[in-house]
């Protein structure tokens, strides 16, 4: 079994077990989680939109080292990481939230160190010289480098961009769990501390 598969398997397990966490646990409502939540939420999509409009249709073909892969080499794991940890706050739980934040970790991190085996051997020093300059995950903002203009493959991106449009769709779906939990048409048996 490749390691995509392990990594989809991994998020589907661990995902579906906060899920259910979700769904039979009373939910501590924040304001300030809330909005917190909302945000990241929102910059998870749109920051996935952002990276995506310039590696779709690009992605193993050429070292893309502009944009937002002038910040980071993995801004679109970065930025599903904000969605992930978002997700928990707009829940109103630290616990689900640092639950999410551990799927990402256990599902995208071998990735992450795979994507950049197989990129070295396909660039080489391109690739090596790449990763000197740019960090591997969290972005350093004042190395953005945006260019004049880039190829674009509207075919790819369009695809792609729906479905990060569903990560800013998730706050609603979070928002409806919290509301059925607070008309006890969901079940309240746990009380998350936090």
């Known amino acids: 079994m490749n390691i995509q598969k392990r990594r989809l398997i991994g ?13 039979i646990s009373q939910p501590n409502y924040n304001i300030f989680m809330d909005i917190l939540g909302f945000i990241l939420i929102v910059a998870s999509g749109v920051g996935r939109i952002w990276s995506l409009a ?15 892969y002038s910040i980071s080499r993995n801004p679109l794991y ?14 109103g739980s630290i616990i689900v939230s640092i639950l999410l934040i551990l799927t990402f970790a256990i599902t995208h ?3 992450i160190l795979y994507e950049e ?19 591997r995950f969290f972005p350093k ?8 203009d880039a190829k674009f493959h509207p075919k790819q991106f ?10 800013i769709l998730s706050y ?23």
């Open 11 to 23: 998020a589907k397990i661990l995902g579906g077990a906060t899920l259910i966490l979700m769904l």
């Open 78 to 91: 970065f930025f599903s990481f904000l969605g992930f940890a978002g997700a928990g706050l707009a829940y």
């Open 117 to 135: 085996r197989k990129l070295i051997s396909i660039f080489g020093d391109e690739f090596r010289e790449y990763m000197k300059r740019v960090p």
């Open 172 to 194: 609603g779906v979070i928002k409806l769990i919290v509301w059925l939990h607070a008309q006890n048409i969901l079940p309240n048996i746990i009380k998350l501390p936090f």
């Open 109 to 111: 991190i071998p990735i």
């Open 54 to 68: 310039y590696i779709a249709g690009l992605k193993s073909k050429r070292v893309i080292s502009y944009g937002a």
């Open 141 to 148: 903002i004042s190395l953005l480098d945006n260019p004049k």
């Open 158 to 167: 369009t695809k792609s961009a729906i479905e990060a449009t569903y990560i």
